[in-house]
């Protein structure tokens, strides 16, 4: 195995790991600020209402994006298990 492989191997992994975290990130992100937002108008400071919306939302990215992802991780560590004997050449 040579460095370029290994660093071919590695950057796929790395973008394949945003791909994959990046609307979960996101969803969190909207609701914080979106949550944020409304304690800031509503003077209202309570830690769990940050909390629970975000664990929701979560849930719900999840819950509609789950299939997809975990068909996108198999085909990645396929397509990794494939490249195993290239690398021991």
């Not at 945003?18 to 800031?40: D, E, R």
């Not at 309570?46 to 994006?65: G, H, S, W």
């Amino acid at each position: 195995m040579d460095l370029g492989f290994a660093i071919s191997v590695a950057q796929s992994t790395i973008v394949q790991l945003m791909i994959l975290t990046v609307p979960i990130l996101g969803a969190s992100i909207v609701v914080g600020l979106v949550v944020s937002i409304f304690q800031a108008t509503t003077s209202i400071q309570e830690q769990t209402l940050t909390f629970v919306p975000k664990i929701a939302a979560i849930i719900a990215v999840l819950y509609f994006l789950g299939p997809w992802m975990a068909t996108s991780i198999i085909e990645f560590t396929r397509t990794i298990f494939n490249f195993i004997p290239e690398a021991v050449r």
